[in-house]
C-alpha cells in the first residue's frame, strides 16, 4: 500500500510548515520515497520502520516559484503570487533504484506566512489552515490592519491587495460621506477579472479615484470601497490638515500585500560617511605631497521618523513593516525610494496620553556600483 495520507489544505502560506506523510508498507530493500515538489527539483527520504512514515517538510521548494510586487498605478493581477502545483510522490527501490508507485497531490501556494505576533489570535479563532481563515473567516483582504477604518491623506498612495474568492470581476464601488451629513455612491470605473484565489490590487487612495471632483462643494470626511453588492468593504477617514512634513512608508506584509503607513511627524536625516584613510611616507622627489590621502569613501543617508499619532492597535499592526523584507519611503516627489528598516525595536506601550506614536529609523538602500 502507498498512499499520501495527510497533505496540506488547497491553499496554503509558502512561510508556514507544508507537511505531507506518505504511507507505505512495502517490504521491498532499500525503500525510500521520493518527493517532486516542483518540475526537476526532488527530495529522498527512508520509510520510518516502524511508522511507515516518510514524513516531508516541502516548503523551501515554492519560494522561487511565487512573485508579487508592489502596484500602486493600476488595478491589476499578480498572476506569479499564487500559483497552482502538483506535488508528486513516488516509492523509490530496487537495484538500480527506480520508481515504482506515483501518486499527486494538486494545491496552491502563495506567499506569506502567520506571524507570531498574530498566530494566538489565529489559532484562536479555530483557523486550521490559511484556507481555512479565508473561508471559514470570510476574508478576502490581504492585510493585518485592524478591522477598522484608516485614516489617510489626499494624496496617499493608498493600495487594496486581495485574493479572489471566486473566478469574477471585482469591480469596486465607493460611498463617499461628506461633513453636512450626505452621500454619494460613485463608481470610479475600476475593476480586475481575476480567477479563483488569483492574488489582485487595485489602488484607493483619494486623488487617485477622484473622490474630491466628485462634489468639490463639500468636504468629505470618509468613503468606502467595497466590491459589488457591498462586499468587504474599507473604510477610510480623510485627514485634510496641513502638515509640513508628511512620508510614506510602503512595505510587503506577511500575507503578501502591500500596506501603507502615513507618517506626519518630524524626521531627522543625516548622512554617515564612511573613509578608509592610508598614511604616506615622505617622497624626496615630492617634497609637496600630502602625508594622508583618502582612498575609499562610502556614504550612507539615515532617517528617524516619528510617525505621528496612532491607535494601539495600529502599532501592533506596525509589526509587520518590522519584519518586512521589502519597504518604501515615498516623499512629496512622489518616487519610490527602497530602504532598510534599522530599528531594531518597537515600542508599543499604552500610554495615559493615547493616541501616541512611534519612532522609525532606517536607511535609504541605493544600486550597487
Same mark, same amino acid.
Given at each position: 500500500?502507498?498512499e499520501?495520507?495527510?497533505?496540506?489544505?488547497?491553499?496554503?502560506?509558502?512561510?508556514?510548515?507544508?507537511?505531507?506523510?506518505?504511507f507505505?508498507?512495502?517490504?521491498?530493500?532499500?525503500?525510500?520515497?521520493m518527493?517532486?515538489?516542483?518540475? *526537476?527539483?526532488?527530495?529522498?527520504?527512508?520509510?520510518?520502520p516502524?511508522?511507515? +512514515?516518510?514524513?516531508?517538510?516541502?516548503?523551501?521548494?515554492?519560494?522561487?516559484?511565487?512573485?508579487n @510586487?508592489?502596484?500602486?498605478g %493600476?488595478?491589476?493581477?499578480?498572476?506569479?503570487?499564487?500559483?497552482?502545483?502538483?506535488?508528486? #510522490?513516488?516509492?523509490?527501490?530496487?537495484?538500480?533504484?527506480?520508481?515504482?508507485?506515483?501518486?499527486?497531490?494538486?494545491? /496552491?501556494? /502563495?506567499?506569506?506566512?502567520?506571524?507570531? !505576533?498574530?498566530?494566538?489570535? #489565529?489559532?484562536?479563532?479555530?483557523?486550521?489552515?490559511?484556507?481555512?481563515y479565508?473561508?471559514?473567516?470570510?476574508?478576502?483582504?490581504?492585510? !493585518?490592519?485592524?478591522?477598522?477604518?484608516?485614516r489617510?491623506?489626499?494624496d496617499?498612495?493608498?493600495? /487594496? &491587495?486581495?485574493?479572489?474568492?471566486?473566478?469574477?470581476?471585482?469591480a469596486?464601488?465607493?460611498?463617499?460621506?461628506? %461633513?453636512?451629513?450626505?452621500?454619494?455612491? &460613485?463608481?470610479? *470605473?475600476?475593476?480586475?477579472?481575476?480567477l +479563483?484565489?488569483?492574488?489582485?490590487?487595485?489602488?484607493?487612495g483619494?486623488?487617485?479615484?477622484?473622490?474630491?471632483?466628485?462634489?468639490?462643494?463639500?468636504?468629505?470626511?470618509s468613503?468606502?470601497?467595497?466590491?459589488? *453588492?457591498?462586499?468587504?468593504?474599507?473604510?477610510?477617514?480623510?485627514?485634510?490638515?496641513?502638515?509640513?512634513d508628511?512620508?510614506?512608508?510602503?512595505?510587503?506584509?506577511?500575507?503578501?500585500?502591500?500596506?501603507?503607513?502615513a507618517?506626519?511627524?518630524?524626521?531627522?536625516?543625516?548622512?554617515d560617511?564612511?573613509?578608509?584613510?592610508? =598614511?604616506?611616507?615622505?617622497?624626496?622627489?615630492?617634497?609637496?605631497? +600630502?602625508?594622508?590621502?583618502?582612498?575609499?569613501?562610502?556614504?550612507?543617508?539615515?532617517?528617524?521618523?516619528?510617525? *505621528? !499619532? +496612532?491607535?494601539?492597535?495600529?502599532? @501592533?499592526w506596525?509589526? @509587520? /513593516?518590522?519584519?518586512s523584507?521589502?519597504?518604501?519611503?515615498?516623499?512629496?516627489?512622489?518616487?519610490r525610494?527602497?530602504?532598510?528598516?534599522? %530599528?531594531?525595536?518597537l515600542?508599543?506601550?499604552?500610554?495615559?496620553?493615547?493616541?501616541?506614536?512611534? =519612532?522609525?529609523e532606517?536607511?535609504?538602500?541605493?544600486?550597487?556600483?
Open positions: 500500500m502507498f499520501v495520507t495527510e497533505y496540506p489544505a488547497l491553499v496554503s502560506l509558502q512561510g508556514m510548515p507544508f507537511v505531507f506523510k506518505v507505505s508498507d512495502s517490504v521491498e530493500p532499500f525503500l525510500k520515497i518527493a517532486e515538489p516542483v518540475s *526537476g527539483q526532488f527530495e529522498l527520504l527512508p520509510v520510518d516502524i511508522t511507515n +512514515l516518510a514524513i516531508f517538510d516541502l516548503r523551501e521548494y515554492f519560494k522561487t516559484e511565487l512573485v @510586487d508592489l502596484n500602486i %493600476s488595478a491589476v493581477v499578480h498572476a506569479n503570487a499564487c500559483k497552482s502545483f502538483t506535488v508528486n #510522490f513516488l516509492s523509490y527501490y530496487g537495484n538500480p533504484p527506480q520508481a515504482h508507485y506515483i501518486t499527486g497531490i494538486p494545491l /496552491m501556494m /502563495m506567499p506569506g506566512k502567520i506571524p507570531r !505576533w498574530k498566530q494566538l489570535e #489565529f489559532n484562536g479563532a479555530g483557523y486550521e489552515s490559511f484556507e481555512g479565508l473561508v471559514v473567516g470570510n476574508k478576502t483582504h490581504l492585510t !493585518w490592519y485592524p478591522d477598522q477604518p484608516k489617510v491623506l489626499p496617499q498612495p493608498e493600495v /487594496m &491587495y486581495f485574493i479572489a474568492r471566486a473566478a469574477a470581476t471585482y469596486i464601488t465607493v460611498t463617499i460621506n461628506y %461633513s453636512d451629513d450626505t452621500s454619494d455612491i &460613485y463608481d470610479p *470605473g475600476v475593476s480586475v477579472d481575476a +479563483l484565489y488569483q492574488i489582485c490590487s487595485i489602488p484607493v483619494y486623488n487617485k479615484l477622484g473622490i474630491g471632483a466628485v462634489d468639490p462643494e463639500k468636504t468629505v470626511v468613503y468606502t470601497v467595497a466590491f459589488a *453588492g457591498n462586499t468587504f468593504p474599507r473604510t477610510y477617514l480623510v485627514d485634510h490638515n496641513a502638515y509640513r508628511t512620508r510614506y512608508i510602503i512595505f510587503r506584509n506577511t500575507l503578501s500585500g502591500y500596506d501603507v503607513l507618517c506626519t511627524g518630524e524626521a531627522d536625516e543625516s548622512t560617511t564612511e573613509r578608509k584613510i592610508a =598614511e604616506r611616507v615622505y617622497d624626496v622627489e615630492n617634497p609637496n605631497r +600630502l602625508n594622508k590621502r583618502v582612498y575609499y569613501s562610502q556614504q550612507t543617508e539615515i532617517v528617524k521618523l516619528n510617525s *505621528g !499619532w +496612532l491607535q494601539a492597535n495600529e502599532k @501592533d506596525l509589526n @509587520d /513593516m518590522m519584519e523584507e521589502e519597504v518604501y519611503e515615498i516623499k512629496g516627489d512622489g518616487l525610494q527602497p530602504i532598510l528598516i534599522r %530599528s531594531t525595536s515600542d508599543r506601550s499604552v500610554r495615559n496620553y493615547e493616541p501616541g506614536s512611534v =519612532e522609525i532606517y536607511e535609504r538602500l541605493y544600486n550597487t556600483v
